[in-house]
């Protein structure tokens, strides 16, 4: 495989936040290196059932992840396995669920809070942290700019085609203060400085970039519901690919069959949904 891709996920970072908060994102799109669009989370929006429908590319009626409560091996095709399948190193660096779904389950803390597994049909090379104790008064999130360094060496070490990061810290936030809040201000464009380094190092590197969220979040600080304020988020690409008019409203559905297209790897019947890349 040649090709390279980072999808960069910040949890619970809702359409406005994006589009008012992260200067850097917005100050590439102005300048024509990025594209965005608005992409819309499938029902509930819930962080677990996200993730599992933005890697396998089926909706939680198929997947079966309906709460943060159902975690297990899920026993369908997703980019992990897609990329393996056409010879690509996969790499990731995410809360423990994503090592749960798409590699093996109970996550164990100690086998697998990190590994380095060549020959895995999965993924290759994971960093995981699992927010155990996580509530209201301790968020129990790493920091971001080490989750940013730590996929960039994982990157360098071992040649990922493919990289997943994924942060809770904004999730977080936005449960503690809800978002019309000066404190989320804040940590949106700390979020925003801590990544832009690591962004022109990846782009420099040769990676193609897809910066976005799991689901969106309202002013109260919740999400898992039907609305824009909870489903919808922003979707930044960084790459030569063609994509739809910047009025599209994305289907989350289509992530995965977006990421294997671009790689030029399989797309499984089970992933549906047109790409909304070109080839
Ligand atoms: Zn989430």
């Given at each position: 495989m040649e090709r390279r891709l980072k999808l960069i996920i910040l949890d619970g970072v809702p359409w406005r936040a994006w589009r008012r908060l992260f200067g850097n994102l917005e100050g590439w799109v102005e300048s024509g290196e990025a594209r965005v669009w608005r992409m819309r989370a499938r029902l509930p929006s819930i962080s677990a059932s996200c993730y599992a429908t933005i890697h396998t590319g089926a909706p939680p009626q198929v997947?079966?992840?309906?709460?943060?409560?159902?975690i297990f091996r899920i026993p369908m095709p997703d980019v992990f396995s897609q990329v393996r399948a056409a010879g690509g190193t996969t790499g990731a660096v995410a809360h423990s669920f994503w090592s749960a779904f798409?590699?093996?389950?109970?996550?164990d803390p100690v086998r697998d809070i990190e590994y380095d597994e060549?020959?895995?049909?999965?993924?290759?090379h994971g960093r995981f942290h699992?927010?155990?104790?996580?509530?209201h008064a301790n968020q129990m999130t790493p920091c971001d700019l080490d989750l940013f360094a730590t996929l960039t060496s994982l990157s360098r070490r071992f040649g990922l085609n493919y990289g997943l990061l994924h942060s809770c810290t904004l999730d977080s936030m936005g449960h503690r203060f809800?978002?019309?809040?000066v404190e989320m201000d804040h940590a949106c464009a700390a979020a925003d400085a801590m990544l832009a380094p690591f962004l022109r190092m990846w782009r420099e590197a040769g990676d193609e970039v897809i910066v976005t969220a799991d689901h969106g979040q309202s002013d109260?600080?919740?999400?898992?519901?039907?609305?824009a304020d909870q489903q919808d988020f922003a979707l930044y690409y960084f790459g030569p690919a063609e994509g739809p008019p910047e009025d599209a409203l994305l289907d989350q559905l289509q992530l995965a069959p977006t990421i294997l297209t671009r790689l030029g790897a399989p797309v499984p019947p089970g992933m549906g949904a047109a790409p909304f890349l070109s080839a």
């Open positions: 997947h079966g992840v309906t709460s943060n409560e159902t798409f590699n093996r389950a109970p996550f060549p020959d895995s049909p999965a993924i290759n699992t927010m155990t104790g996580y509530g809800g978002h019309d809040c109260r600080g919740h999400h898992g519901g039907r609305g």
